[in-house]
């Protein structure tokens, strides 16, 4: 059963954190509800919550070079080959 035992709000994020059996889950929601988790088992909320924030750092700069690219290509800086290879390493 998981309890939920922390909720946060980094960079316009709800993380929580909750207590499994063997230590300590996370689940993000962007402002949009959009939801990010990684199913690791942590050791500690506080490591829980570092790795939230990474998380949330990881999609925000994602996020952001895909609109860079999208202005790239829509601006004829990058042809659709390089554009959709750029893209789709970001979801990698």
């Not at 316009?12 to 996370?26: A, H, N, R, V």
Request: with cysteine.
């Amino acid at each position: 059963m998981n309890d939920q035992i922390l909720s946060d709000f980094y960079q316009g994020w709800l993380i929580e954190i909750s207590s499994t059996e063997g230590g300590f889950q996370l689940v993000c929601f962007s402002p949009c509800r959009e939801r990010v988790r990684d199913f690791i088992i942590y050791r500690s909320a506080i490591e829980a919550l570092q790795a939230a924030k990474d998380a949330v750092n990881w999609r925000t700069a994602c996020q952001s070079l895909s609109g860079f690219l999208r202005e790239r290509f829509e601006a004829n800086g990058l042809c659709f080959e390089e554009w959709r290879s750029l893209h789709q390493s970001l979801s990698r």
